[in-house]
C-alpha cells in the first residue's frame, strides 16, 4: 500500500503525512472517563463527538460514553451557548452523572465561546442540580495532540475540585498519564505492594477494562471519586509520571494547593521504574518489599536470555513523548539501538531528552524528531533500514511494506485484542515487551531461515 513512497526526503514544513498523533479532546474525554460517575461533553458538532468516542472505543474495545453540544448552523455563527445550557439540562435529567466534564473543539473554539461564563449562568439559574457539578477545559483540536488534551483536563480537574483544608491526608497523589487502565491497575498495584495509601487522578481502570456482567452499566465501578479528587489538596507530595501529560496537574495543584510535586519518567524498563520504586521508597519511608525486588530479578534475567537476538538491533519508535521517552532508554538497556524515533505531540524537551540519552550511551547516527509523521519514518527506513518497529496500529503498513518485525505500543491500537488488559509499566510490563520484543524478532528468522536452520529449540 505504500509502494509508492519515495527514497528521496524532501523537507516538509506545514504538511503532515499520516500524523503520530490525534487531536486534543480525545485524550480530555478519556481523562474524564477516568472520574466515577462521569460523563464527559464535547462542546461542538455531532461529528467531532462521534470521532474521539470512536478512536477510545476501537482502542479499548468497550464503549466510551460522552455527551455533546450538537453545534448546526446557528451555533456556529452565533456560538453555542444556548446549546450547552440545553444539554447541561437534558444530561442531568435523563443520564443522571455525578459530574460533567466539557472539552471544547476546533470550532466552539474558533468562535471563542466562554464556558465559565456559561457555567455560573447555569450554576445561577439552578440547571445543575444541587450536589452536581460542571467542570470545563480548553482543548482546540489545531494546537498539540491528544496528550496536550488530557493533561488540560487534568488541569481543569484540579483548578475546579481539589481543595486544601488545612489538614493533611498522609497520601500520595499520582498522575499516571496518558496510559491505559491495566497500566493504572499495574501503578496502583506497587503503591499497595508497598503499602503506601494513594489517590490516582484520573483513574480509567474499571471504566474501559470493566469485565461483562449481562447487565448495562453507563457508569462503571471505577474511576476516581470526586471526594477523592477535592482531596488532592491535602496530600503530601504529588507524583507526575511523564512531563508532558502531568507536569501541567502537579504544577496546577502545586500553585493552588501547596503540595509539592516531583516528576519522573513513565515507568518503563528497568531504570524508570527504578526509579518510581526508589521515589515512593524515599518520600515514604517504607522499605522495597521481596515481591517487587523478585519482579525487577525475574526481568533482568529475562533480558539475559533475550539478549543475543536483541543485541545491536536498530529500532524506529512512533509514538507519545512520556512512553517513548522511557521505551528508548529500555531499548538501550536491551543492548538494541533506537536508530529513529518521532512523536507527533509538539516540544523539544523531547529531542533534548532523546539526544541525551544518546550522548550518555554513545550512539552515532540516530535520528529524532519532534512533531514528526510516519511518512518521516518510512523514508529513512527506505534510506537506512531497521531490525524492528514499534508504533501504534498505524505503523503496520510501513512493517508490511519493508518487511520489519512489528510491535504494537501506545495508542491508538485498533486491529488486536487484549493489549489493553496488559499492562506495559513496572517490571511486570517491561517482562512483557520483552516477549513480545524478542517473539516477533524470532517470528521473522524462523519465517525466513532455510530449513536446517529451523530449530526447535531457541
Known sequence: MLDATPKEIVERKALRINPAKTCQPVGAMYAALGIHNCLPHS?????????????????????????????????????????????????????NPDIIAVHTTCLSETLGDDLPTYISQMEDA??????????????????????????????????????????????????????????????????????????????????????TTGEYKMYPEGGTKIEDLKDTGNSDLTLSLGSYASDLGAKTLEKKCKVPF???????????TDEFIMALS???????????????????????????YLQGKKVALLGDPDEIIA?????????????YVVTGTPGMKFQKEINAMFAEAGIEG???????????????????????????????????????????FGFPIMDRYGHYYNPKVGYKGAIRLVEEITNVILDKIERECTEEDFEVVR
Open 126 to 211: 439552578g440547571s445543575i442540580p444541587e450536589g452536581k457539578l460542571v467542570i470545563h477545559t480548553n482543548t482546540p483540536s489545531y494546537v498539540g495532540s491528544h496528550v496536550t488534551g488530557f493533561a488540560n483536563m487534568v488541569q481543569g480537574i484540579v483548578n475546579y475540585l481539589s481543595e486544601n483544608t488545612g489538614a493533611k491526608n498522609g497520601k500520595i497523589n499520582v498522575i499516571p498519564g496518558f496510559v491505559g487502565p491495566a497500566d493504572m491497575r499495574e501503578i496502583k498495584r506497587l503503591f499497595e505492594a508497598m503499602d503506601i495509601p494513594y489517590i490516582m487522578f484520573p483513574d480509567t481502570s474499571g471504566v474501559l477494562d470493566g469485565p
Open 366 to 408: 540516530s535520528k529524532v524528531k519532534v512533531e514528526g509523521d510516519f511518512f518521516d519514518v518510512h523514508q529513512w527506513i527506505k534510506n537506512e533500514g531497521v531490525d524492528l518497529l514499534i508504533s501504534n496500529t498505524y505503523g503496520k503498513f510501513i512493517a508490511r511494506e519493508e518487511n520489519i518485525p512489528f510491535v504494537r
Open 262 to 272: 516531583k516528576t519522573l519518567r513513565t515507568p518503563i524498563g528497568v531504570s524508570a
Open 43 to 95: 462542546h461542538g458538532s455531532q461529528g467531532c463527538c462521534s470521532y474521539h468516542r470512536t478512536v477510545l472505543s476501537r482502542h479499548f474495545k468497550e464503549p466510551a460514553m460522552a455527551s455533546t453540544s450538537s453545534f448546526t448552523e446557528g451555533a456556529s455563527v452565533f456560538g453555542g451557548g444556548s446549546n450547552i445550557k440545553t444539554a447541561v439540562k437534558n444530561i442531568f435529567s435523563l443520564y
Open 282 to 308: 524515599e518520600a515514604t519511608g517504607k522499605e522495597v518489599p521481596a515481591s517487587i525486588e523478585e519482579e525487577r530479578g525475574q526481568l533482568i534475567d529475562l533480558m539475559i536470555d533475550a539478549q543475543q
Open 327 to 339: 521505551l528508548s532508554k529500555f531499548i538501550i538497556e536491551l543492548g538494541a539501538i533506537p536508530k
